[in-house]
């Protein structure tokens, strides 16, 4: 009876058969080719100078073509012409945008001489922990003045503020005065203005570009005593509630003692990318040791707190939607606190369509949802595809979830499975002769430990072991596979290579989850009870003291990293060639992918 209705079951809704047997279209991550098309477009728009209008319309004419051919039954035809249409569109996107520019003011504001200012503050203020005691703010000028001459267009400045009678030895009391402005808050001050220079060495850092992204244009240097606020208040009030978050939890870390100076600097950046009071030293060992991703926001961070935040909806019994509902929610809000970044926007994304997918049965691919998430950051911003933070986020999920994860669900995740309801015998009926076989051997094995251990403790330790080998071999394929791909992006942008990038993931990572979500789940209860916020305090304390300890070791070997000159398109051909290889080979032949 139970086939008959299955049967009949399918019939009726045929939808859950195909969804079964789509497993092969799933594999085919559409939306990634969707993206590597459009990407293509928005760097074809660099080559080849045409009009927005021009690329308009041939991507008009392509997806009609691609219309046409579906109707006329020709699928490899309207395939082609829709992949030709993505490229099109990205081209328009990218002539059509407008790129990142601020207003810039005259040459004569920029001699060097000192100007008067009238601006509001557009970013909070932060204390910065190197090059002396000084505050940093940007604003958004309403008024610039020098020798008579008033320009009156808005400029987005960032200034840093000295003071030279603070108490070095407690900054955080701000004992000298320096300026205690927030978001919307409206000043004069005195200042000299400087545009923003790179470095002129080959493959330097482009802070012009950066800053130019932020809607800055010009830098200024101003002493305390030469600030003055003014009433009334400049901006939104949007932007006024993200500044009153944001500067309460920054206050909760530092100021309510959770951890020490230190340690709280620390967290800052990882939780909320307050980097401000960071040590150029720490700095230097999370770059040396190749996991600088641990310290700045990222998709990790949004990743570890959703799983977190998911697996607690779920043991406090929440339906599945309601708990995909709460996850998707929280990570858009500690989104938006953390500051809407790539990497956060990319995870954010990812996180919002896997969670779907799951609510509606369907088969989630990993690659697919990260195809999804890079067209999306490209729609609406078609010159991220040319920063370095783009490509390297994306280089980094295209590794996992295109090659490391295929190989781990080959290899181990079969093991995986085999290792649940290990002391069913009928659960090996469904399982391949080689699984059932390892199942049959782990029982012999817990029989022969039972009399000394009793039968659930034996069944325990003989599936704790296998599986502890298996998170090992993932966590080493997955750093392994990610750290190779990221050898050529890393020495052309920063001419570094980590070569103990492997072990020190290995080695941090399995804790920075505990660290990361000890750390929030700290600060959140420092609302509510400060007794229990010092418990997960400790918790993600001594989390980051193990972490440091690994890293500090690491970063005094000899060959912790090498400074490597610009690769060549020799080089970075066979680089491409090697990851594209990979990608295709891990879909046919695992061999042949590594």
């Known amino acids: 009876m139970k086939f008959v209705f299955a049967s009949q079951h399918t019939t009726r809704y045929p939808f859950r058969r195909i969804d079964n047997l789509s497993t092969r279209a799933q594999a085919r991550a559409p939306l990634a080719v969707a993206a590597v098309a459009f990407a293509a477009g928005v760097w074809l728009a660099n080559v080849l100078l045409r009009s927005p209008g021009q690329w308009g319309w041939a991507t008009a004419l392509l997806a009609l073509c691609a219309i046409a051919a579906v109707f006329g039954g020709s699928l490899r035809t309207a395939q082609t012409a829709a992949a030709l249409a993505l490229i099109g569109a990205g081209a328009f996107a990218r002539t059509a945008t407008p790129a990142p520019s601020g207003t810039v003011p005259p040459a004569v504001f920029l001699n060097g001489e000192a100007v008067e200012i009238t601006a509001h503050v ?16 940007d604003l958004m000028t309403e008024s610039i003045q020098y020798a008579g001459d008033t320009f009156t267009q808005p400029v987005g400045i960032r200034v840093t503020v000295y003071s030279r009678d603070m108490d070095e030895d407690n900054p955080d009391t701000l004992s000298a005065g320096l300026p205690h402005l927030s978001y919307g808050d409206r000043l004069h001050l005195t200042a000299k203005l400087r545009s923003p220079r790179n470095f002129r060495n080959p493959g330097a850092f482009d802070y012009e570009g950066y800053m130019r992204g932020l809607g800055i244009t010009v830098q200024a240097s101003a002493r305390a005593e030469d600030i003055a606020t003014l009433p009334g208040f400049m901006g939104t009030r949007a932007g006024l509630w993200h500044s009153r978050i944001r500067q309460s939890i920054i206050q909760h870390i530092h100021g309510s003692g959770l951890w020490t100076r230190d340690d709280a600097a620390l967290f800052a950046a990882m939780i909320i990318g307050d980097d401000s009071r960071l040590l150029r030293d720490v700095r230097e060992e999370f770059q040396k040791t190749g996991v600088y991703h641990l310290l700045v926001v990222s998709g990790m961070n949004v990743a570890l707190l959703a799983v977190a935040i998911f697996w607690a909806a779920r043991r406090l019994r929440l339906p599945e939607w309601a708990a995909a509902l709460v996850t998707i929610t929280l990570s858009c809000l500690y989104a938006c606190v953390a500051g809407l970044g790539v990497p ?49 986020t994306f280089l980094a999920l295209v590794a996992i979830t295109g090659i490391a994860l295929p190989i781990v669900q080959q290899t181990a995740s079969p093991y995986r499975h085999a290792l649940k309801h290990l002391d069913s015998t009928g659960y090996d009926l469904g399982l391949p002769p080689k699984l059932a076989q390892f199942r049959l051997d782990l029982r012999l094995i817990a029989g022969r430990i039972a009399p000394y251990l009793g039968t659930r403790a034996s069944s325990r330790m003989v599936a704790f072991a296998p599986g502890i080998m298996l998170s090992l071999y993932e966590l080493v394929t997955v750093s392994a596979i990610t750290q190779a791909a990221l050898v050529l992006p890393m020495r052309a942008y920063f001419h570094r290579a980590a070569i103990i990038g492997l072990p020190a993931n290995i080695l941090v990572l399995p804790l920075a989850g505990t660290m990361l979500n000890s750390g929030i789940v700290a600060i959140a209860l420092s609302y509510v009870s400060m007794p229990l916020a010092r418990v997960a305090a400790w918790v993600g304390a001594g989390a980051l003291h193990w972490i440091l300890h690994c890293l500090n070791t690491l970063a005094h070997l000899p060959v912790a990293q090498w400074r490597v000159p610009d690769p060549g398109l020799a080089l970075g051909l066979i680089a491409a060639s090697g990851v594209l290889l990979a990608l295709i080979g891990v879909r046919h032949q695992r061999r042949l992918a590594l």
Not at 361 to 372: E, I, K, M, P, V
């Open 122 to 137: 557009v970013s909070d203020g932060a204390l910065l922990a190197t090059g002396g005691l000084r505050n940093r703010f």
């Open 344 to 392: 956060i926007v990319r995870a954010v994304l990812m996180l919002s369509l896997f969670l779907f997918a799951r609510l509606l049965y369907r088969d989630r691919s990993a690659l697919n949802a990260t195809g999804f998430a890079a067209l999306m950051v490209l729609v609406f911003s078609p010159s991220a595809l040319f920063e370095a933070g783009f490509q390297l």
